[in-house]
């Protein structure tokens, strides 16, 4: 009592001081704490608030998400469809056009062979070619609008007639003349190897297999004869 008159705390009174005051932190730190929890929880609740009414709009553009790559992926197996498609008909096409060519060109073949078979058989049936030729001659010069009969004569200075005959008469000339350049007795035999390709695509002599353009050539039919 006579510290306590002298002016001096009470240590008791002290401690008991620091015991409130540790209480009261104590308590504090316990109501921070909560309160930081009820913030936490807040925020969670918030951010449920805000999915929830969101949601719709997720749902959506997760279901547009979807779409889009189920479309993407169906525009590309399409296009990868046609592609294929557009390739299938460009080798489609390019087959065609060779078929059609080689038709065409077989097609020729026959034709020009068929033409060489009559051509040798009226030959043959004249038996001399210049007979044949002038039959061709007359034929053509039926149909020519080109004069037989030569309009004009001229004389040279020597007094000399140099009369140009007509166009008729120097065919014939040439047809008729030895001096041609056409050995008309030669050997038959130079022929031969044509002949026998023109008798065996006209069906005469042994077929192959239809087609004139696998058939044996004039050279291999010669080479064969030799042999």
Excluded: C, H, W
């Excluded at 080689?102 to 001399?128: F, M």
Aim: glycine residues 6%; charged residues 25%.
């Amino acid at each position: 009592s006579r510290e306590i008159a002298a002016g001096k705390s009470d240590p008791i009174e002290t401690l008991f001081d620091q015991l409130r005051m540790r209480r009261l932190a104590d308590e504090q730190r316990a109501t921070f704490a909560k309160q930081e929890e009820a913030a936490q929880q807040q925020v969670a609740l918030n951010q449920a608030k805000a999915k929830a009414e969101r949601q719709t709009e997720l749902t959506q553009s997760a279901i547009a998400v979807e779409i889009a790559k189920n479309r993407g992926q169906a525009e590309f197996a399409e296009a990868e469809q046609l592609a294929k498609k557009q390739v299938t008909l460009a080798e489609g096409e390019a087959r065609a056009k060779e078929l059609i060519g080689k038709g065409e060109s077989s097609r020729i073949a026959q034709v020009g062979l068929a033409e060489a078979a009559v051509t040798l058989q009226k030959v043959s049936a004249y038996r001399d070619p210049r007979l044949y030729a002038l039959n061709v001659f007359a034929d053509q010069f039926s149909k020519s609008v080109q004069p037989l009969v030569p309009s004009r004569l001229f004389i040279s200075n020597a007094g000399e007639s140099q009369a140009r005959g007509s166009v008729l008469e120097t065919l014939l000339s040439l047809i008729l003349s030895e001096k041609a350049g056409i050995n008309l007795q030669e050997n038959a035999s130079t022929s031969k190897p044509m002949e026998d390709f023109i008798r065996q695509f006209t069906g005469s002599g042994s077929a192959g297999n239809g087609d004139p353009l696998k058939r044996e050539t004039p050279a291999a039919a010669e080479k064969s004869a030799s042999r």
